[in-house]
């Protein structure tokens, strides 16, 4: 028969330490999943990362199931541009993304002819290569790979599709997008291929109280179309171990 002093302070134990995980988890660092490829070439399906949950201070949306115990935020901190985010998206504020912060509030935003344009200013990017393939969905495509340079002097590659029937895609030619007060705007790095700040309907200008925190290095990395985690005769393959601890620019 199980002592009950024995079996309470197992309770107990396991109660104090899930406190603990949803502190840490809350304030501290979460890990985070990437599910798609609109962030390559700087994240890849498959990369698990950490995020600081105080890089930016603390809002709702900081702690699990986003409790609606107050509004704003607490130790606000301005994020910069360039920055790697996740945020919850405007609007369900629920689904988690992670995008490049590259609109501050008042910011004029723009493509034209394929370049990205801030405040009126051409953003300043070098071919890096002509030849690489980048996923879209579940399609491998041709993509030109640059590196870009954002007004802060922030570098970070980004790819843009060499199909030509993406003419009309939001990466070649947009609208000009004027980012509100206490907003930010976001891009994917994977251009033609991310849902971000460029759909207004589905993503648009995220909130400051929507930032969840910055995404700091990777910690574990696997291509699961070669293997599962279980399938350990396939680890050589599957797990990319050159990303391991490999910090976010």
Known sequence: MLNKKFL???????????IIAVIIRSLIIQPFYIPSSSMEPSLLVG??????????????HSFPFSPPFFEGRFFSKNPERGDVVVFK?????????????????????????????????????????ESDKIFCGKRNINAFTF??????????????????NFQDSVSINSDEYVVPKDHYFFLGDNRDCSKDSRFLT??????????????????????????????FWKWNKSIRFERFLKKIY
């Open 202 to 231: 589905s993503v648009g200008y995220v909130h400051k109280n929507n930032l969840v925190g910055k995404a700091q290095f990777i910690f574990y990395s696997s291509d699961r179309n070669i293997g599962r985690i279980f399938s």
């Open 89 to 129: 998206t405007p609007t369900d504020n629920r689904t988690d993304y992670i995008k490049r912060l590259v609109g501050l509030p008042g910011d004029q935003i723009q493509f034209i002819d394929s370049n990205l344009y801030i405040n009126n200013s051409e953003v300043l990017k070098s071919k890096i290569s």
């Open 47 to 60: 990369d698990r990362l950490f995020v600081t949950k105080y890089s930016y201070g603390y809002s709702r």
């Open 8 to 18: 309470r302070e197992n309770i107990i134990t396991l109660i104090y330490a899930l």
């Open 147 to 164: 590196e870009e340079t954002l007004p802060n002097n922030k570098q970070h590659k980004s790819v843009y599709l060499k199909n030509s």
